[in-house]
């Protein structure tokens, strides 16, 4: 990542082998399961052509129904098991390295930081993102 914007990076640790990780957070049936921050969300649809130059896309939406949007963007490199970038819609890039270790896979994602929203909530955001990635796949 070489743009000027600041890269902001959450991490977890998922006490899974690093397959089964890869497989929840790639595959759409999946990605509806914890693609959202909190649990007045969900995540009703997602869409995943895994592999350089094919997209993506989530829908995220309140489950009030008061507000939703598509967070989608297109695939630079996938490594299987090891790691994915890609390109948001909006032009920003985002980084998830998988490392296999031990006692499970740590998993460690870095995005460039919107101008709109303090570093610190985006920051928080993805973090419970990662957080629900990580209770849905240990509990899977």
């Known amino acids: 990542m070489a743009t000027g914007n600041q890269t902001i990076t959450v991490e977890t640790t998922v006490h899974i082998p690093v397959g089964e990780v890869w497989k929840y957070w790639t595959e759409p049936q999946h990605i509806t399961q914890w693609c959202f921050a909190s649990d007045d969300w969900h995540a009703p649809s997602a869409e995943n052509d895994l592999r350089a130059g094919g997209k993506f896309v989530t829908r995220m939406e309140a489950k009030d129904g008061s507000f939703g949007f598509d967070f989608g963007g297109v695939y630079d490199e996938v490594r299987i098991n090891e790691f994915i970038s890609y390109t948001i819609g909006d032009g920003r890039k985002v980084d ?45």
């Open 96 to 140: 998830i390295t998988f490392v296999s270790q031990e006692n499970g896979t740590k998993v460690i994602e870095t995005f460039e930081a919107e101008t709109t929203n303090p570093i610190e909530m985006q920051k928080a955001g993805f973090q419970a993102i990662m957080d629900n990635f990580k209770t849905y796949s240990e509990a899977s």
